[in-house]
């Protein structure tokens, strides 16, 4: 059962560590500088069991390390049953995510499932793409779009709570 008094959002990539605990650890700075964290739960977690337990791939440390995230003390997780119950908005990296989590989901449960980059539309594409077999500047690039939804996402809650 989900705290009422905050709000709960999971961001969720495949193996959970690039893409989602780069969205974690981004959204949780920006969520600080803010003054929103003590009305948030933040988490990630992957649709697959990859890596549960491992920490975030270096190179995704290292790129958030480089502006000032550290991403270190996070761990990977699979998304479990449970997840829909405890969070309110359940945040893809891409279609294929969305659509496991959207097969995944209760009938019954309460989170809203969107794709993360919804709440960066100026960027004109809806997927996170996963840098995991790409170059180093991939990372750079999941950064910059990370941190431009974390944006929009908390500019949009920071209304909410202003209700």
């Known amino acids: 059962m989900k705290a009422s008094n905050t709000t709960g959002i999971l961001f969720v990539c495949l193996g959970n560590i690039c893409r989602s605990p780069t969205a974690e650890g981004v959204f949780r700075r920006l969520a600080d500088e803010r003054g929103l964290s003590p009305f948030l739960r933040v988490d990630s977690a992957g649709t697959h069991a990859y890596h549960v337990g491992e920490p975030p791939d ?5 790129a958030a390390l480089a502006r000032g995230v550290d991403l270190s003390v996070l761990r990977a997780r699979q998304v479990d049953h449970g997840d829909f119950y405890q969070f309110d908005h359940i945040l893809a990296m891409d279609g294929s995510n969305y659509a496991h989590l959207m097969q ?8 809203k499932i ?3 980059l919804d709440y960066a539309p100026h960027l004109n594409i809806r997927e996170v793409p ?3 077999y790409g170059g180093g500047n991939g990372f750079e690039r999941v950064l910059d779009m ?3 939804a974390s944006r929009g996402l908390l500019d949009e809650l920071q209304q909410l709570l202003r209700r």
Do not use: C, H, L, N
Request: glycine fraction near 4%; avoid cysteine.
């Open 146 to 148: 990370v941190e431009d």
């Open 130 to 132: 996963d840098p995991y």
């Open 114 to 116: 969107k794709y993360f």
């Open 58 to 62: 270096a190179r995704s440390q290292k």
């Open 104 to 111: 995944m989901r209760p009938a019954d449960a309460g989170a």
